[in-house]
């Protein structure tokens, strides 16, 4: 079984629109919690990291269910610069050294 | 502002060949990394180094080597290439010493390396 797993997608959704992605970890040790963005042919960059009580940051909302081992990216009004892949990383408590990275989900905001 | 930095961007090898991938990075971090991304995969940690002077095993080692030169190099070899090394090679860092949502990782540009 997969460390991370993410639904493919793709997500297309208009400018404007509300899309969310959730993705599942398998290891109940997980620790940490990030999203990262990766354009086509691109290097990944972090989003945001997830905290524990969830977090904002502009139109981009982070949640963690620890009781369901999900977390979850929320994203509001939607931008055609927001078309990327979405990548979901966790560590563990065993070895915050090791991220684990699922294979992402790609999000088209057509106008 | 150079962060991590790949060489090279692009390299094609017959199979047998062998080849080293550089990585540099100017964040002081102690932590780096080889990952490989492959269609559908995600990405895959090859091999890793928390510290100067260390290196261990990622998820897919197999036909890889690395050297950590120094705090800021972090090397791949590829002895023999085989086609199923064909894939795109990231390089990461992150600042160790820290779990949590603050140990970030940091990536270069990538090298796509084709073994034909």
């Known amino acids: 079984r997969k460390e991370v797993e993410q639904d493919p997608g793709p997500f297309n959704v208009p400018e404007g629109a509300t899309v969310a992605f959730n993705c599942t970890y398998s290891?109940?040790?997980?620790?940490?919690f990030f999203w990262y963005r990766q354009d086509c042919r691109k290097e990944p960059k972090l989003l945001m990291s997830?905290?524990?009580s969830g977090n904002e940051d502009g139109r981009f909302t982070a949640q963690l269910n620890r009781a369901s081992q999900y977390i979850s990216l929320l994203i509001r009004d939607s931008k055609l610069s927001d078309s990327a892949t979405y990548l979901c990383?966790?560590?563990?408590?065993?070895?915050?050294?090791?991220?684990?990275f699922g294979s992402g989900t790609k999000l088209n905001v057509k106008p | 502002n150079a962060g991590v930095t790949q060489t090279p961007k692009f390299q094609v090898l017959k199979t047998g060949q062998s080849m080293t991938l550089q990585c540099a990075q100017d964040?002081?971090?102690?932590?780096m990394y080889w990952y490989r991304q492959d269609p559908g995969m995600g990405l895959r940690l090859i091999y890793y180094?928390?510290?100067?002077?260390?290196?261990d095993k990622g998820e897919v080692p197999n036909g890889y080597n690395v050297s950590r030169l120094n705090k800021r190099e972090f090397s791949l070899r590829l002895e023999s290439a085989a086609p199923s090394q064909t894939s795109v090679y990231f390089c990461?860092?992150?600042?160790?010493?820290?779990?949590?949502?603050?140990?970030?990782?940091?990536f270069g540009a990538g090298t796509r390396l084709s073994v034909l």
């Open positions: 990461a860092s992150s600042e160790q010493g820290t779990s949590g949502i603050k140990n970030i990782q940091y």
């Open positions: 290891n109940s040790a997980s620790q940490s």
């Open positions: 997830v905290y524990s």
């Open positions: 990383v966790v560590t563990t408590v065993y070895n915050f050294n090791k991220f684990y």
């Open positions: 964040m002081n971090h102690n932590s």
């Open positions: 180094s928390a510290s100067e002077g260390t290196t």
